[in-house]
């Protein structure tokens, strides 16, 4: 069972969201890494609280390491204490993420798991499939002065048709990451995952690979574009890419209204290696950006 008791606490802000997170001191400074930017600031009023607990090593260094060390987490509100949600698992598996909660969230919020750019008035989100080169792309847009968003998800207030930011650390992997491991990351703190399929994974936070937008900002309208590599293909760009899989289930009718009418849905086309940097070329050419 899980037996590290909380002992420290932070204050983190989701969209408007303030959440009290009470975990061990090591896991605080993990916070920290992960969601630096998006600390509530003095007087903050908590709307839910979230229990961290885990084995030797903590919640989140267990979650990075992939190992079978118990954890848990129990989601309550706050004030009040109702509990919402709790869970005691051991690898992360379909486990909803407690941080953000949004499993409470789900009546605020629509999502898409995207990496999210904007230049000027152009604000793009890359969807696809794992490994279809969506964080290389966005370092190579992000190169060009393109300002990140997310590399993780679109996220967009259903009261306003916003997206709005959410900066976690950018991970970078396979031929990027030996183009900058001695460069760019050299110095940075950075934590170190493993994919089965990628092989070494490093965390890097977004504003030291870029700019970035800060988290109050509310920015659209969004245009989808889906990133897919394909066998014997040089890289392409088209209108009418595919609908993304939408978060909570059923809100695509929503998202989409929230959409760019000009090239709403895109199709970008990348060669099964390499290609971020012809495909940025055609980002900024199709887009006029």
Known sequence: MPHDAPDAERLLDFFGTV????CTPGDATDLDFFFGPHRAGPGARPRYRVDLSSGEGGFLRSLLAKDDSPKAFRLSSDPGGVLIEERRFTRWSSVPSPLPPFRAMSE???AVQATVLVRGECCLAFHGDPHSGKTSLGLALSA?????VSDQLLVVERATGAARPYLTPTGVRGR???????GTLAGLDRRRSFCTVSGEVVLARPESLGAVVPVGHRLGPVRLVAVRRSPGAG?????GGPAPRVWPAGAWSWLSGALAADRARSLLTLPPEGGE???ADLVEEYFGA
């Open 277 to 279: 940097q012809a495909g």
């Open 144 to 148: 060009r002065g393109w300002a990140l």
């Open 235 to 239: 890289p392409g760009l088209r209108a």
């Open 19 to 22: 959440v009290r997170v009470r």
């Open 108 to 110: 605020e919020i629509a």
């Open 176 to 182: 990027t990451l030996a183009a900058i491991r001695e």
